[in-house]
Each structure stands twice: as structure tokens, then as C-alpha cells.
Nanobody, 124 residues
């Protein structure tokens, strides 16, 4: 079992930055690929970014490529999502997820454990 707790969300103006954190406890964090997903009101959950177990592979949605950076610190059992140049369309609840897959896949079903999410609101 793995417990995931997100933090760092909030209200920010367009063009601003936020850094989300995902703290993990339970089973060995370094053995999981970590992903970030988001869901806006009335929309389907969508993939944002993912990073493999040893952070040698990353994957990003086209909509965030060049603006967001995913990273992890296995010593701290924490994954991060640095979000720069935020836009109003980035407004959503952001959730982190942990999966036993080797590659940073985009499919939610590949991730076994999920956090509760943190709200990110970007004002125009």
C-alpha cells in the first residue's frame, strides 16, 4: 500500500508559477513510476506528466510541454510538478499517482495508487 498526499496548490495569476509536491509513504517509493493528472470541472481527467522510477524517462502532455517539469527525490519519497507560465486553462484539481509500470505512461489505469488532489486556480 502507498499513501500519496499532494500539496502546493492555490490561486495564482496567469503567467505565474506553482510547485506541487506529492509525498509518499508506505511501500518503496523508488519502485514506482509517478504521474500527475488533472481534472477540470465538467471535463475528463487528463494526463499531465510522468516520470519513471529512476527519473531517466519523462513524459508530458503537449499542452504543458515546455512549461511544466516533473521531478522526483527518492531520498525524500516525494515527486514534484513545477508549473510555470500558468494559463487559465490549467485550472483543475491536480492529483499524483503511483504505478508499478516501468515507463512513464499516460493511461490512468496503469497507476495503482492515487492522492486526493490539490486545487490549482489560475486567474486571467
Amino acid at each position: 500500500q502507498v499513501q500519496l498526499v499532494e500539496s502546493g496548490g492555490g490561486l495564482v495569476q496567469a503567467g505565474g508559477s506553482l510547485r506541487l509536491s506529492c509525498a509518499a509513504s508506505g511501500r518503496t517509493f523508488s519502485g514506482f513510476t509517478m504521474g500527475w493528472f488533472r481534472q477540470a470541472p465538467g471535463k475528463e481527467r487528463e494526463f499531465v506528466a510522468a516520470i519513471s522510477t529512476r527519473d531517466d524517462l519523462t513524459n508530458y502532455a503537449d499542452s504543458v510541454k515546455g512549461r511544466f517539469t516533473i521531478s522526483r527525490d527518492n531520498a525524500k519519497n516525494t515527486a514534484y510538478l513545477q508549473m510555470n507560465s500558468l494559463k487559465s486553462e490549467d485550472t483543475a484539481v491536480y492529483s499524483c499517482a503511483a504505478g508499478g509500470v516501468l515507463a512513464p505512461v499516460v493511461v490512468p489505469g496503469a497507476y495503482t495508487y492515487w492522492g486526493q488532489g490539490t486545487q490549482v486556480t489560475v486567474s486571467a
